[in-house]
Nanobody
Framework: QVHLVESGGGLVQAGGSLRLSCAAS????????MGWFRRPPGKGREFVGA????????TYADSVKGRFTISRDNAKNTMYLQLNSLAPEDTAVYSCTAASEFFAVVAGTSNYWGQGTQVTVSS
Protein backbone atom coordinates (compact mmCIF):
# COMPACT_ATOMS: atom_id res chain seq x y z
CA GLN A 1 0.00 0.00 0.00
CA VAL A 2 1.47 3.32 -1.12
CA HIS A 3 0.79 6.38 1.02
CA LEU A 4 1.18 9.85 -0.54
CA VAL A 5 1.31 13.17 1.29
CA GLU A 6 1.42 16.53 -0.47
CA SER A 7 2.73 19.76 1.00
CA GLY A 8 3.76 23.22 -0.07
CA GLY A 9 0.48 24.76 -1.12
CA GLY A 10 -0.57 28.24 -0.13
CA LEU A 11 -1.68 31.68 -1.23
CA VAL A 12 0.45 33.50 -3.78
CA GLN A 13 0.03 36.53 -5.99
CA ALA A 14 -0.22 36.22 -9.75
CA GLY A 15 3.21 35.86 -11.27
CA GLY A 16 4.58 34.19 -8.17
CA SER A 17 5.96 30.73 -7.58
CA LEU A 18 5.39 27.75 -5.32
CA ARG A 19 7.01 24.37 -4.90
CA LEU A 20 4.83 21.41 -4.05
CA SER A 21 6.15 18.16 -2.64
CA CYS A 22 4.70 14.67 -2.67
CA ALA A 23 6.26 12.30 -0.16
CA ALA A 24 5.68 8.60 -0.69
CA SER A 25 5.87 5.71 1.74
CA UNK A 26 4.86 2.08 1.82
CA UNK A 27 6.24 1.14 -1.55
CA UNK A 28 9.43 1.09 -3.61
CA UNK A 29 9.47 4.66 -4.86
CA UNK A 30 11.89 4.02 -7.71
CA UNK A 31 9.43 1.51 -9.18
CA UNK A 32 6.58 4.00 -9.30
CA UNK A 33 5.59 6.41 -12.03
CA MET A 34 4.29 9.62 -10.45
CA GLY A 35 2.05 12.45 -11.47
CA TRP A 36 0.12 15.55 -10.50
CA PHE A 37 -3.52 16.41 -11.05
CA ARG A 38 -5.51 19.42 -9.96
CA ARG A 39 -9.15 20.23 -9.29
CA PRO A 40 -10.11 23.89 -9.79
CA PRO A 41 -13.11 25.21 -7.83
CA GLY A 42 -16.34 23.86 -9.29
CA LYS A 43 -14.57 21.86 -11.98
CA GLY A 44 -13.42 18.34 -12.61
CA ARG A 45 -9.98 16.90 -12.07
CA GLU A 46 -7.31 17.94 -14.60
CA PHE A 47 -4.06 16.30 -15.54
CA VAL A 48 -1.07 18.52 -14.79
CA GLY A 49 1.95 16.35 -15.51
CA ALA A 50 3.67 13.04 -14.94
CA UNK A 51 7.14 11.60 -14.65
CA UNK A 52 8.39 8.07 -15.23
CA UNK A 53 10.34 5.96 -12.76
CA UNK A 54 13.70 7.39 -13.78
CA UNK A 55 12.56 10.99 -13.75
CA UNK A 56 13.49 11.63 -17.36
CA UNK A 57 11.30 13.45 -19.89
CA UNK A 58 8.31 14.50 -17.81
CA THR A 59 5.10 15.14 -19.72
CA TYR A 60 2.84 18.14 -19.10
CA ALA A 61 -0.60 19.45 -19.89
CA ASP A 62 -0.51 22.24 -22.48
CA SER A 63 -1.92 24.68 -19.94
CA VAL A 64 1.14 24.40 -17.71
CA LYS A 65 3.89 23.61 -20.19
CA GLY A 66 6.79 26.01 -19.83
CA ARG A 67 5.62 27.20 -16.40
CA PHE A 68 5.51 24.04 -14.27
CA THR A 69 8.33 21.55 -13.78
CA ILE A 70 8.12 18.06 -12.31
CA SER A 71 11.10 16.39 -10.73
CA ARG A 72 11.73 13.51 -8.38
CA ASP A 73 14.36 12.47 -5.89
CA ASN A 74 14.30 8.71 -5.58
CA ALA A 75 16.70 8.82 -2.64
CA LYS A 76 14.17 10.92 -0.70
CA ASN A 77 11.04 9.14 -1.96
CA THR A 78 9.70 12.52 -3.01
CA MET A 79 8.33 14.12 -6.15
CA TYR A 80 8.18 17.86 -6.67
CA LEU A 81 6.13 20.28 -8.72
CA GLN A 82 7.67 23.71 -9.29
CA LEU A 83 4.97 26.21 -10.22
CA ASN A 84 6.18 29.43 -11.83
CA SER A 85 4.37 32.36 -13.42
CA LEU A 86 1.23 31.44 -11.55
CA ALA A 87 -2.11 32.81 -12.70
CA PRO A 88 -5.52 32.91 -11.01
CA GLU A 89 -6.70 30.06 -13.23
CA ASP A 90 -4.08 27.84 -11.58
CA THR A 91 -6.07 28.01 -8.35
CA ALA A 92 -6.95 24.43 -7.44
CA VAL A 93 -6.38 21.55 -5.09
CA TYR A 94 -3.26 19.78 -6.34
CA SER A 95 -2.98 16.04 -5.75
CA CYS A 96 -0.25 13.57 -6.52
CA THR A 97 -0.76 10.05 -7.73
CA ALA A 98 1.42 7.00 -8.21
CA ALA A 99 1.26 3.76 -10.14
CA SER A 100 3.55 1.03 -11.36
CA GLU A 101 2.59 1.89 -14.94
CA PHE A 102 3.12 5.33 -16.47
CA PHE A 103 -0.07 5.16 -18.52
CA ALA A 104 -2.12 4.64 -15.36
CA VAL A 105 -0.68 7.82 -13.86
CA VAL A 106 -1.41 9.86 -16.98
CA ALA A 107 -4.91 8.43 -17.22
CA GLY A 108 -5.59 9.11 -13.56
CA THR A 109 -6.66 5.54 -12.95
CA SER A 110 -4.20 4.73 -10.18
CA ASN A 111 -5.49 3.63 -6.80
CA TYR A 112 -2.90 5.72 -4.99
CA TRP A 113 -3.67 9.37 -4.35
CA GLY A 114 -2.67 11.98 -1.81
CA GLN A 115 -5.15 14.12 0.07
CA GLY A 116 -4.26 17.23 -1.91
CA THR A 117 -2.84 20.65 -1.14
CA GLN A 118 -4.58 23.94 -1.89
CA VAL A 119 -2.97 26.47 -4.20
CA THR A 120 -4.67 29.85 -4.40
CA VAL A 121 -3.45 32.52 -6.79
CA SER A 122 -4.72 36.05 -6.26
CA SER A 123 -4.92 38.58 -9.07
Amino acid sequence: QVHLVESGGGLVQAGGSLRLSCAASGGTFSRLAMGWFRRPPGKGREFVGAVNKSGRNPTYADSVKGRFTISRDNAKNTMYLQLNSLAPEDTAVYSCTAASEFFAVVAGTSNYWGQGTQVTVSS
